[in-house]
């Protein structure tokens, strides 16, 4: 019986190592599992997009409430922000607490925003003008600027502010003909800027196994 087994094994072995890789990771072979795989990625894809758009709104309609009751650690509004992801309440506390600590992450990442609208500006300039990264100072200054009072910058982008905006503009030498396009850029998008990323951010955390 043991022979048999070890037998088996060895079979099984060697039909995997017999296997190679191809197009789309199915193994030579098994192409009948192709669009099965396919068919489970798109779904997968999807769902996580809906997710995603799910926070993403509900963090909108809620954002002063919600970073509140993180930054306690508590409220009815965070309850349920975490049960869009996790349908056990017994872990709403371990949660509540989880997100309480990534709170600066999630409510303050000026460093993240910073680099998102370092792009936005960049993208307006000759493409033989770009750059990758910009100056260390400017850098500095642009992440200060932001830092000194992040939630008035994020309201100033949400309605487009340009009497606050322009200090932004000036850090970033955004040209006086560019600057309504840099300003209406940052307005349409608020939601990429500030939501999205906190968006996944939260839901890479309800994900965790707790």
């Known amino acids: 019986m043991i022979h048999k087994y070890r037998m088996l094994l060895l079979a099984n072995l060697l ?3 017999a296997c190679t890789m191809g197009a789309g990771h199915v193994p030579v072979g098994m192409e ?4 099965v795989v396919a068919v489970s990625n798109t779904l997968s894809k999807s769902a996580y997009k809906r997710k995603i758009n799910q926070i993403k709104r509900y963090l909108g309609s809620h954002y002063e409430v919600l970073k509140r009751e993180t930054y ?7 309850e349920h922000l975490i ?5 056990d309440e017994t872990k709403i506390p371990l949660f509540k607490n989880k997100l309480q600590q990534e ?5 303050g990442n000026s460093r993240d925003i910073s680099m998102r609208i370092s792009f936005i ?3 307006l300039l000759p493409g033989n003008q770009r750059r990758y990264i910009l100056p260390y100072q400017v850098r500095i200054n642009l992440l200060a600027d932001i830092d000194a009072n992040y939630d008035a910058f994020r309201i100033a982008v949400k309605n487009r502010d340009t009497r606050r905006l322009r200090r932004t503009a000036d850090i970033l030498s955004v040209s006086p003909a560019n600057r309504e396009q840099f300003y209406n850029q940052l307005s349409a998008q608020y939601d990429s800027i500030f939501l999205e990323s906190v968006a996944v951010r939260i839901y890479r955390i309800l994900q965790t196994k707790l």
């Open 32 to 35: 009948v599992l192709a669009p």
């Open 15 to 17: 039909f995997i190592s």
């Open 121 to 123: 500006a960049a993208q």
């Open 103 to 107: 709170y600066s992450s999630l409510f």
């Open 83 to 87: 049960m869009l992801v996790e349908k």
């Open 72 to 78: 306690q650690g508590n409220g009815v509004h965070l």
